[in-house]
């Protein structure tokens, strides 16, 4: 209409601005008449400035409530008992998740994120239920890894290859980050000490540096949750007589086999079991050499169209854990199949 030129909301709306959130601060409009075939046109143009209406706090807000309203609906029976000090810890590691990841086609018609979740969900139930009648001084969940499927670009984090995402990846990022804020929140229930351990991946770099900082920021008031959110490729545990090693090791090498002594001379030289975790190959292997073990973990992904091509299909998905006795080492492994 022409007499809302001059109209503040007309305005910003026209511009594609919410009214709500921006405030006009100027507008410079222009009326001017037009001939043609189809006779006189009255155009209109105008040049305007905004200012949100309380600086970015609108879109903080947003955010903020998300995560406010944000409550994990895991529902997990558990009955405690007496604790009592303990000499054993566990170790789980939540890594090569490749969360996003597209199936192959064959199963890509009936995928489904929340089918996955659940799967996974049910997965980690299984270990807890193992569990209940046993006390761990400390549980580590050792997060990242290729945790999620892709960088924001959809291709992995050295931009050479793109990834068969199912979603887009801020879907992928924020449904992944629930995902394993409910994982967390199980764990926390039991009333163990957990220590959040983040380790590097290669397909999404960026996106687990974020994640990691996210989950010390959300869990900054919980006085028996820890998150190590440090960016370094390579981390060690000291679990008593057991050295624990965490990286995803695809650049190492045999390399790997020599960096503890380096990195962690002190914990390397009072260890009776010294070993690596680390993913990136997606089914269970172990190698040992400089009196170090590398164990590779398997991964819970399904295949996607690029692993059915190429034949990476000979291995159950599943997840694994270690138990460590402080004077013992490595004394317990167990699997749980997807």
Known sequence: ???????????????????????????????WEQGGKDGVRTLYSSRIMVKPRAGIKAYLKDICDYFENYKPNVQLEYNKYNQKDSK???????????????????????????????????????????????????????????????SFTGFTSSQSHLQSNAVDVRTMYR????????????????GKDIHIVGSLGNHDVSEEIWLFSLLKAYYRNV?????????????YLDIGAACVGVGHLDKEKDRAFGLMQCEAAELWAKAKTRMFLAGHLHHLTVESKQGVELWRIPS????DRWTVENGYIQNQPRTMAFIFDYNEGLIENHFVNI
């Open 223 to 235: 006085c028996n949750i820890y998150v190590d959110d440090t960016p370094k490729p390579r981390k």
């Open 88 to 150: 054993e810890c566990l170790v789980l590691p939540l890594v090569d998740f490749h969360w996003g990841r597209l199936p192959d086609m064959e199963n890509a018609e009936t995928f489904s994120l929340f089918q996955v979740k659940e799967m996974l969900i049910n997965n980690i139930k299984t270990y807890i239920k193992r569990f209940e009648n046993r006390y761990f001084d400390k549980v580590y969940l050792i997060i990242g890894q290729d945790y999620f499927n892709s």
């Open 175 to 190: 449904t992944g980050t629930e995902l394993l804020i409910d994982i967390i929140d199980m764990f926390a229930k039991i």
């Open 300 to 303: 819970p992904a399904l295949p």
């Open 1 to 31: 209409m022409p007499n809302e030129i001059n109209n503040a909301e007309t305005l910003l709306k026209a511009h594609g601005f919410n009214s709500e959130e921006f405030e006009l601060v100027s507008a410079k409009n222009s009326k």
